[in-house]
T-cell receptor, first 111, second 112 residues
Framework: KAGVTQTPRYLIKTRGQQVTLSCSPI?????VSWYQQTPGQGLQFLFE???????NKGNFPGRFSGRQFSNSRSEMNVSTLELGDSALYLC??????????FGSGTQLSVL | DQQVKQNSPSLSVQEGRISILNCDYT??????FLWYKKYPAEGPTFLIS?????DKNEDGRFTVFLNKSAKHLSLHIVPSQPGDSAVYFC???????????FGTGTSLTVIP
């Protein structure tokens, strides 16, 4: 089975721009979650999608949004980027009752 | 509100000795616990898990202990190897299995 695939691997943006990150889950997994990792903050939960519906949401501002398509692929969007949005964004998928499988992440730098 | 806490940001251990990483949680409804290992600029990889119906689970050099009354779990690595140097995250989930709560991580350095 192919693992979780995230694109792009690296992104450099400037303040005020918007960005879209993509995630393809493991085949057969219908749940996709997004996490933000910054130094000292661990993995902060952004949101979780299941069958195209947002099922859980973390404590992030509305500038952070996501969606899931019928093939379970997911995108997350960050609008009006701020310097503090610089982080590693991780996507993870899991099947029913399974552990999370993570992608390699997208390293976003906001200048 | 951090429901899963790792109070030690870093730990250094000599090669061959035991590494003990600790994790505390606040929600007594958590029933599934996991440890992940993460290298820089990579996604976390699953290491070992334990269900709340158990108090110990072993996998090779890795053992996870769960103390439900203390809401505490620990990961033991014996013997520690330089390749074990990484950031370790503990995580917990409810029986719905929909959302996983992560700690802030402990950076382990194994000194050759």
């Amino acid at each position: 089975k192919a693992g979780v695939t995230q694109t792009p691997r690296y992104l450099i943006k400037t303040r005020g721009q918007q960005v879209t990150l993509s995630c393809s889950p493991i085949s057969g997994h219908r749940s996709v979650s997004w996490y933000q990792q910054t130094p000292g903050q661990g993995l902060q939960f952004l949101f979780e999608y299941f069958s195209e519906t947002q099922r859980n949401k973390g404590n992030f501002p509305g500038r952070f949004s996501g969606r899931q398509f019928s093939n379970s692929r997911s995108e997350m969007n960050v609008s009006t980027l701020e310097l503090g949005d610089s982080a590693l964004y991780l996507c993870a998928s899991h099947g029913l009752g399974e552990k999370l499988f993570f992608g390699s992440g997208t390293q976003l730098s906001v200048l | 509100d951090q429901q899963v806490k790792q109070n030690s940001p870093s730990l250094s251990v000599q090669e061959g000795r035991i590494s003990i990483l600790n994790c505390d949680y606040t929600n007594s409804m958590f029933d599934y616990f996991l440890w992940y290992k993460k290298y820089p600029a990579e996604g976390p990889t699953f290491l070992i898990s334990i269900s709340s119906i158990k108090d110990k689970n072993e996998d090779g050099r890795f053992t996870v202990f769960l103390n439900k009354s203390a809401k505490h779990l620990s990961l033991h690595i014996v013997p520690s190897q330089p390749g074990d140097s990484a950031v370790y995250f503990c995580a917990a989930s409810l029986n719905t299995g929909n959302q996983f709560y992560f700690g802030t991580g402990t950076s382990l350095t194994v000194i050759p």
